[in-house]
Antibody, heavy 120, light 106 residues
Framework: EVHLVESGGDLVQPGGSLRLSCSASGFTFNIFAMHWVRQAPGKGLEHLSAISSNGGTRHYADSVNGRFTISRDNSKNSLYLQLSSLRPDDTAIYYC?????????????WGQGTLVTVSS | EVVLTQSPATLTLSPGERATLSCRASQSIGTFLAWYQQKPGQAPRLLLYDASKRATGIPARFSGSGSGTDFTLTISSLEPPDFAVYFCQQRANWPTFGGGTKVEIK
C-alpha cells in the first residue's frame, strides 16, 4: 500500500523560509514523478510543482516560481519542497502527491498534508 | 492557464438518487481530465482519469464522460460515503483544478 507522510509544516513569519519533507513507501519511488499540491483553508486545490522520476526535470506554478524549490532523494525515498520568501497567501495545507505514472500528472496517491501558516 | 468551472456549486440529493456533476474547460483539453473526491479533513482521492477511466478500487457507480471542453461525472446511485466534495482537474497544460461541487444529503 502506498504511504506518503509529510512533515515540516509550521507557523512562519512573512518573508521566512521552511522545508517540507515527504517520506514515501509502498511503491518503487524512483520510477514515478512526484508533485506538491496545496489547499488554502476552505479553498480549492493548487498544483505547485512537479519533479521527474530521476529529479532531472522540475516545473513550477507561476505563483511559486523563484520562491519554492522541489527536490527528491531516491536513495531515501523522499521528496522535498523548500519554501522561501513566504507570504500570508501561502498559508495552506501542503500535500505530497504521487503521479499515476512517470509524468502523466494525474494524482493517484496523496499524503495527509502538512499545514503551513504564514503570519506575523 | 486552463480554467475549469464546475457546476453546480452544491448538489442536494437523497441516497439512491443519481448525481450529475459538470466540469467545463476554458479551452479544449481533449480527454485529459480527472475527477477527485474529498471528504472533510481528508486528502483528495482519485476517482477517474482520462475523462472516463476508473482508478484502482473505484466502484462502478462512478462514471465519467466528455471531451474537449465539457465533462460529466455521474454517480449512478448515491451511497452514504459518496456525500463529499468533488473536484475536476486537467493535465492538458499546467495542471489546474476546478472549484469543486459539494454533494450534500437532502
Amino acid at each position: 500500500e502506498v504511504h506518503l507522510v509529510e512533515s515540516g509544516g509550521d507557523l512562519v513569519q512573512p518573508g521566512g523560509s521552511l522545508r517540507l519533507s515527504c517520506s514515501a513507501s509502498g511503491f518503487t519511488f524512483n520510477i514515478f514523478a512526484m508533485h506538491w499540491v496545496r489547499q488554502a483553508p476552505g479553498k480549492g486545490l493548487e498544483h505547485l510543482s512537479a519533479i521527474s522520476s530521476n529529479g532531472g526535470t522540475r516545473h513550477y506554478a507561476d505563483s511559486v516560481n523563484g520562491r519554492f524549490t522541489i527536490s527528491r532523494d531516491n536513495s531515501k525515498n523522499s521528496l522535498y519542497l523548500q519554501l522561501s520568501s513566504l507570504r500570508p497567501d501561502d498559508t495552506a495545507i501542503y500535500y505530497c502527491v504521487k503521479d499515476i505514472n512517470s509524468g502523466d500528472s494525474y494524482f493517484d496517491s496523496w499524503g495527509q498534508g502538512t499545514l503551513v501558516t504564514v503570519s506575523s | 492557464e486552463v480554467v475549469l468551472t464546475q457546476s453546480p456549486a452544491t448538489l442536494t440529493l437523497s441516497p439512491g438518487e443519481r448525481a450529475t456533476l459538470s466540469c467545463r474547460a476554458s479551452q479544449s483539453i481533449g480527454t485529459f481530465l480527472a475527477w477527485y473526491q474529498q471528504k472533510p479533513g481528508q486528502a483528495p482521492r482519485l476517482l477517474l482519469y482520462d475523462a472516463s477511466k476508473r482508478a484502482t478500487g473505484i466502484p462502478a457507480r462512478f462514471s465519467g464522460s466528455g471531451s474537449g471542453t465539457d465533462f460529466t461525472l455521474t454517480i449512478s446511485s448515491l451511497e452514504p460515503p459518496d456525500f463529499a466534495v468533488y473536484f475536476c482537474q486537467q493535465r492538458a497544460n499546467w495542471p489546474t483544478f476546478g472549484g469543486g461541487t459539494k454533494v450534500e444529503i437532502k
